[in-house]
């Protein structure tokens, strides 16, 4: 879905402007030219079917020529709470669970933490939601929250039902969680409901984090006997448990 561009200012009338990185895409890599039509979604959920009217060095005016409202969202609401990777895994760790359906990603602040979730980081994962989504057909943003530290973290999401924290014990296997529901001390989620995961840094939770979390009534769910990096587990139980919620 190449020819998608993100307004970020909601479209509410019949004209709409890019500018910024979609313009120059549309200008200087796709090589629009007035008439050129094109996809737009300013993560209302919503996405328009416009013509390019106007053309200038940095921006673009189009002419909404429909509107439809699609919504390609999970049924379940899935907040991720991950203490981030290094680098470009954290890139590829947004596509990914953008691409799954997760609501709402919020880094963590744990003990074992490797990277600082600092106001540049987070912009660039932003513009990396706006990316995917434009690719995955998605007409809302995931939201990227502020960081959190651990406490607070479990904290805000006290009145979940749906609870897990990936963390290798001899608790119900990821297998287990989606196969054998009755085994579980708290429900599992359900479409239309909110379920909250939390992924460790690459060490893992400490013990007195996942005491916490266990206090608070989170599910310790084991993803395998194969230790995985942060990205590959977060993905691995965002697709398991929106896959169940289908």
Known sequence: ???????????????????????????????????????????????????????????????????QEINREAPIAVTLGVAL??????????????????????????????????????DRLRR???????????????????????????????????RLIAHPTDKPSCETLCTQKTMLPVPLPTPNGITALAIGPEGGFTDQEVALAIAQGWQPVDLGSRILRVETAAMALAARVIGEGS
């Open 128 to 162: 990396g939601v706006i990316e995917a989504s434009k690719q995955c057909g998605r007409n809302q943003l995931m939201e990227i929250a502020e960081p959190k530290a651990w406490r607070d973290f479990l904290a805000e999401n006290e009145a979940v039902a749906c």
């Open 1 to 67: 879905m190449s020819d998608r561009y993100f307004v970020e200012s909601p479209v509410t009338s019949d004209r709409a402007t890019l500018a910024g990185a979609e313009a120059h895409h549309l200008l200087h890599v796709m090589r629009a030219k007035v008439g050129t039509r094109v996809t737009l979604f300013d993560g209302s959920g919503w996405q328009f079917d416009a013509i390019v009217q106007r053309t200038c060095r940095s921006e673009v005016e189009l002419a909404i020529a429909g509107r």
């Open 85 to 122: 990777p290094k680098g470009d895994r954290q890139k590829w760790l947004v596509e990914k669970v953008v691409e799954l359906g997760v609501a709402r990603l919020v880094p963590l602040e744990t003990e074992r933490g490797v990277a600082q979730p600092v106001e540049n980081v987070l």
